[in-house]
Structure formats: C-alpha cells, structure tokens
C-alpha cells in the first residue's frame, strides 16, 4: 500500500457480502406468479436486470410501471424476499477478508440500497458490524440510485478522513461501479450477485468471480 491516508473499502450488501442470489431470484419468480409473468431463470435474470429497478420490469413488460403498479410490484418482491432471505449466509471467505482488511490497518465500511432498519440488525446478526467505522441502508425510495446514496456516505466518511480517492468499492452492479465514478474513488465488481459478466465488463472497471479476487484488486489499486 502506498503512503498517506489509509485505504478504504465500501462494501455492497446484498449479491456482494450477502450471498442471497437464490433467494433474489425465489422472490423474483413468486412476484412474477402474482402479476402473471412466466418465471425467469438466473441467466435470464442478469441479461436483463438493470438499476432502477423499475427498468427491469421494463424490459420485461415492453413499459415502465406506473407508481401505482411500481408499488405493488415492489411490495410483493420485498415478501417474499425477505422470507426467502433467512436461508441465504454470508459469501464465501467473507468473515476471513473483513477480518483481515481491518488487521491490515484499513477501514471499511458498508453501504446498501436494503432498508436500513433492515440492514442494521441483519449485519449485528452476522457478527462482522464490528469491521466497519459505519453501515448504512436505504431509507429513501426503494428505486434510489446507489449514487446518491454514495455521495452521503463519503461525506460522513471524510468527515473521519477517509478519503474517496483512496476508496474502493466493491460491488456487483454496473451502478455500483457508476456510483464510485461519480464520487471519485474506484470499483472492483464481483459476478456472484444480479449482473452477467458481460454487463459488469460494461463498466470498465475490474471484474472478478470471488471475493478474494475483489479484495486482491483492490490491494493492487491501491499500490
């Protein structure tokens, strides 16, 4: 690691730390049934998903919801998600790399579009809140950009001088990688959440299959 002020990373939640790919994809196709989409398999489910989210169902429906439609489509996702969610675990060596990044004598921290009264608890519940200075979760509209959640993060974050271009962010959507643009620091984005490799190669910015591979760039970013 270079000199100066340590190195950051912003962490993603769910598709990133949160391997809750299965139980997306469980709460997607049970909506579906509600509002009389065929059910979509996880290849088709990355060619086409896409933030905001109601771009997705774009896609899919050749329009955009309505509000009204917009808040039933999300509020039937979110059931069932939820209750599939309490199957799904941490990503694999997540625990170990949290671990080892703040034995380093580096800082992370986590950031989310999941509600964050949502978010707190689950993270507690997981053990690893201790590794990071803070975790925040959406509490906007649920269509939000991770942008605008980003700029207020790191304004928080600076606030204890960490700074954003010394900050990595790892993630597993084009947005992730669109949201650290716009903020100054870097993007590492991780295949094992909603987007296709080809999608997440859109960007950019690194791509890789494992977390070990996202925290391994990040380092060589950071040299």
Do not use: C
């Amino acid at each position: 690691m270079s000199g100066g002020s340590r190195w950051h990373i912003v962490w993603d939640w769910n598709g990133t730390l949160l391997h809750d790919i299965d139980a997306v994809i469980t709460a997607t196709n049970a909506s579906f049934a509600e509002f009389g989409f065929e059910p979509i398999t996880l290849e088709r489910y990355r060619e086409l998903y896409v933030v905001p989210v109601p771009k997705f169902y774009e896609r899919l429906m050749g329009r955009l919801p309505t509000d009204a439609e917009w808040a039933v489509m999300d509020e039937a996702f979110h059931r069932h998600y939820w209750v599939a969610a309490e199957e799904a675990g941490l990503a694999e060596g997540a625990r170990e790399l949290l671990h080892d990044w703040q034995a380093d004598g580096l800082t992370q921290s986590l950031l989310s579009l999941a509600p964050h009264d949502r978010l707190v608890p689950l993270v507690r519940a997981y053990g690893i809140d201790r590794h990071f200075l803070r975790v925040d979760g959406r509490t906007g509209p649920s269509h939000s950009s991770k942008a605008s959640h980003l700029v207020r993060h790191m304004a928080a974050l600076e606030a204890g001088g960490v700074s954003p271009g010394r900050t990595v962010l790892i993630g597993d959507a084009v947005d992730d990688a669109a949201a650290a643009a716009h903020v100054g620091a870097r993007a590492v984005l991780y295949t094992g959440g909603s987007h296709s490799r080809s999608s997440l190669e859109s960007a950019g910015v690194p791509v890789v299959d494992s977390l070990a591979e996202a925290v391994a760039t990040a380092r060589e970013l950071a040299e």
